[in-house]
């Protein structure tokens, strides 16, 4: 089945400790991208990455960092979260090259980040 | 820059009945395209529909049509037939020209409740 998986789904930290939520696709897509979704500002993206090696800043980029290292991976690491960064978080990933709707983006499950 | 809003934080209809869910757009660019996401309480995010800044028609898919008033700078969706699995959180987005459906903005969304 293609899909956009997401670990973990659900994870309570505390302030300042390290964390990785990992995201994998299985259907050879360049394109990969991370948002978070709070309520009332809809989903914002937080990087993006064209293709391996290739990543980029979106719109709330401060105090993350993302890799790509391989086509079907795209961790998402939170060096010192915050409370602030708790939040529902969402990976998707898509095809590149083609025009209109056929890059639609197909996201993963989610995972629910609590900072406390 | 590109701006979506979606003006109705949560909307009532009754089952069987059509709804419709705003969304107004900004942008400066002549080329977008326009994207309609569903997600259900189970947090996943389902893609309805996509409509093309270039395209003569209206999109449909289903149940489920766009109503693309390109002066206005609307494209709101249109449900027929309501039906209890379509009580949801709906997210217009917008994507940059020749980017096709990848780097979306994203509105704050709209919950709608379907009654029996």
């Known amino acids: 089945e293609a899909q956009v998986t997401q670990n973990p789904r659900y994870l309570i930290t505390v302030t300042g400790k390290k964390l990785t939520v990992t995201c994998s696709q299985n259907?050879?897509?360049?394109?990969m991208s991370w948002y978070r979704q709070d309520p009332g500002l809809g989903l914002r993206q937080i990087y993006y990455?064209?293709?391996?090696?290739?990543?980029d800043k979106g719109d709330v980029p401060e105090g993350y960092k993302v890799s790509r290292k391989e086509k079907r991976n795209f961790p998402l690491i939170l060096e010192s979260p915050s409370p602030n960064q708790t939040s529902l978080y969402f990976c998707a990933s898509s095809p590149l090259g083609g025009v209109g709707g056929a890059n639609v983006l197909t996201f993963g499950a989610g995972s629910r980040l609590t900072v406390l | 820059a590109q701006k979506i809003t979606q003006t109705q934080p949560g909307m009532f209809v009754q089952e069987k009945e059509a709804v419709t869910l705003d969304c107004t757009y900004d942008t400066s660019d002549p080329s977008y395209g326009l994207f309609w996401y569903k997600q259900p309480s189970s947090g996943e995010m389902i893609f309805l529909i996509y409509q093309g800044s270039y395209d003569q028609q209206n999109a449909t898919e289903g149940r489920y049509s766009l109503n693309f008033q390109k002066a206005r700078k609307s494209a709101n969706l249109v449900i027929s037939a309501s039906q209890l699995g379509d009580s949801a959180m709906y997210f217009c987005a917008m994507s940059p020209p020749y980017n096709a459906g990848n780097m979306l903005t994203f509105g704050g969304g709209t919950r709608l409740m379907v009654k029996p």
């Open positions: 990455s064209m293709n391996v090696e290739v990543t």
């Open positions: 259907m050879n897509h360049e394109y």
